[in-house]
């Protein structure tokens, strides 16, 4: 078995080499371990690595050593790889998937727990040919979200900063979108505020839209939102991040599915995992068991399905 720690050099505030020091050392604890460690250079260059090393026919352990963003590399390298596992070993700033599994997250700190960790078939979203182990969005959020990189490396603006300044430049523009959802025989649209469709239960920094959703149920929880105005936005965003889209049936549709499409006026962007893609259309489907979750052994989330 092979042991490929992905490292992200900029994801986080830990340096490249405390990174790899801390691999070297978890290794070092599993005597005779057979690891290569591997520093990402390019947007979805992990992907094409552990393709390549899955081709060889052995099995082949992956931990992506970065944030969600490295993580989604990791799992679209490692999609429908029946020889591949794929873990997350936290170095970035969100670290959002991992938030689902509460208080044992913390246990995804620890190299030696993944490394003598178990495997778990989990299902994954397919979005117009790229795949997300946690949450995809289109609307305001993903405009939000997207914009964010525009203001965080402006002088005195960092960090949470950013999503301020984004949102209020985003809800000057408007709230709506021209888009329409088809989903189990039902049409929203023609203008919506936001699609969400979660296989995890937490994205960008902390948002919560749904604590039912699980990634091994073989369905997407999606929350349509419509109908929201400027002035009812900033209050329904808070109950929307706090997992209340319930009491909020006059904005919020919830729907359990496999396959969801949107077709929008024009090209938008779709949050994948908190990473960018533009699309007129999207088709979002669940392709249960689709990747290999290297975990920590014995975690409770597992025992509540």
């Known amino acids: 078995m092979k042991h490929l720690f992905v490292v992200n050099p900029v994801a986080g505030r830990a340096k490249p080499e405390e990174k790899i ?10 005597g005779g371990l057979d690891f290569e460690i591997y520093v990402t250079a390019a947007p979805m260059d992990a992907a094409e690595k552990i393709r390549a090393e899955a081709a060889k026919g052995g099995e082949v352990r992956v ?5 969600d963003g490295t993580l989604n590399e990791c799992v679209n390298g490692s999609a429908l790889q029946p020889n591949v596992a794929v873990t997350h070993f936290p170095c970035g700033t969100g670290n959002d998937f991992i938030r689902m ?11 030696g727990e993944l490394i003598d960790g178990e ?16 949450i995809c969005s289109m609307g305001i959020d993903a405009r939000v979200g997207t914009d964010v990189h525009k203001y965080s490396g402006l002088p005195l603006i960092g960090g949470p900063a950013g999503y301020v300044v984004s949102l209020g430049v985003n809800y000057v523009k408007g709230v709506r979108q021209r888009m329409t959802v088809s989903v189990e025989g039902m049409t929203c649209g023609p203008e919506l505020n936001m699609v969400c469709l979660c296989n995890g239960r937490f ?3 902390g948002f919560n839209p749904t604590n039912d959703a699980r990634p091994d149920d073989g369905l997407m929880d999606a929350l349509i939102v419509s109908g929201v105005g400027r002035a009812r936005l900033p209050g329904l965003v808070m109950s929307y991040a706090r997992a209340k889209y319930r009491a909020l049936p006059q904005y919020v549709t919830f729907v359990r599915t496999r396959r969801l499409e949107v077709e929008c006026a024009r090209r938008e962007v779709i949050n994948i995992d908190g990473e960018a893609e533009w699309a007129e259309r999207a088709v979002f489907e669940l392709v249960p068991g689709a990747l290999n979750f290297l975990c920590p052994r014995g975690m409770e989330f597992w025992r509540e399905a």
């Open 101 to 111: 599994f509460g208080e044992d997250r913390a246990r995804f700190f620890d190299l």
């Open 203 to 205: 994205y960008g920094g």
């Open 119 to 134: 495997v778990r078939p989990i299902d994954l979203i397919r979005v117009n040919g790229r795949y997300a182990v946690n």
């Open 63 to 67: 931990y992506a050593c970065g944030g």
């Open 21 to 30: 020091r801390m691999i070297h050392e978890a290794a070092g604890r599993h």
